[in-house]
């Protein structure tokens, strides 16, 4: 997370990399039954950290983004989903849960980087959110990537990051004079 982490930082955002496998004590996922089980604790892992980024005194507590990768990502819309404090979310080969549509109130205008040999995530997840977020009018952008897999790298790195600046900007800039 350093790479997207310094990316944001040397761009002027405040940016935070939360732990959410510290609250479970997880050091690696082998099986959905573990995922499943702890999705619900990182989840409340990651609404924590969005309450102690909006009490920092350099934080605009109003322009909340989130960005996760895979699971990250899962969890971020999550978040996102019943949390009016996030404002933009980043969604990095990552998908919305299922079982989410039952709990979600809202979601915040999401930028969505897919690849389309994706064999963890399946693409699929992508167009899913993407049609979820057209049935409700919010606003979002989608790239998916030809021949990409799980991760990025090199030029489809590069271009995601342009992509995920861009977004942020445009969602997360202070347009008051």
């Given at each position: 997370?350093?790479?997207?982490?310094?990316?944001l930082?040397?761009?002027?955002?405040a940016?935070?990399?939360p732990?959410?496998?510290?609250r479970?004590?997880?050091t690696?996922i082998?099986?959905?039954?573990?995922m499943a089980?702890?999705?619900?604790?990182w989840?409340k892992?990651?609404?924590?950290?969005?309450?102690h980024?909006?009490r920092?005194?350099?934080?605009?507590?109003n322009?909340i983004?989130?960005?996760?990768?895979?699971l990250?990502?899962?969890?971020?819309?999550?978040?996102?989903?019943v949390?009016?404090r996030v404002?933009a979310?980043?969604d990095?080969?990552?998908?919305?849960?299922?079982e989410?549509?039952?709990?979600?109130?809202?979601?915040?205008?999401?930028?969505?980087?897919?690849g389309?040999?994706?064999?963890?995530?399946?693409?699929?997840?992508?167009y899913?959110?993407?049609?979820?977020?057209?049935?409700?009018?919010?606003?979002y952008?989608?790239?998916?990537?030809?021949?990409v897999?799980?991760?990025?790298?090199?030029?489809t790195?590069?271009?995601?990051?342009?992509?995920?600046l861009?977004?942020?900007?445009?969602y997360?800039?202070?347009?008051?004079?």
């Amino acid at each position: 997370m350093a790479e997207p982490a310094g990316l944001l930082a040397a761009q002027g955002y405040a940016t935070y990399v939360p732990h959410y496998f510290d609250r479970t004590g997880t050091t690696e996922i082998n099986d959905k039954a573990t995922m499943a089980r702890h999705f619900p604790m990182w989840g409340k892992a990651l609404w924590d950290a969005v309450t102690h980024v909006e009490r920092q005194p350099h934080v605009d507590r109003n322009r909340i983004g989130l960005l996760g990768f895979s699971l990250g990502a899962y969890l971020a819309l999550s978040v996102a989903s019943v949390d009016p404090r996030v404002q933009a979310v980043i969604d990095f080969y990552g998908g919305f849960p299922r079982e989410m549509k039952f709990f979600m109130r809202r979601l915040c205008p999401t930028l969505i980087l897919h690849g389309d040999a994706d064999p963890t995530v399946p693409v699929v997840e992508a167009y899913q959110l993407q049609e979820m977020l057209e049935k409700r009018g919010i606003p979002y952008e989608i790239q998916i990537y030809s021949g990409v897999g799980h991760g990025f790298a090199g030029d489809t790195w590069r271009d995601a990051g342009r992509r995920t600046l861009a977004f942020l900007q445009k969602y997360l800039t202070n347009t008051e004079a």
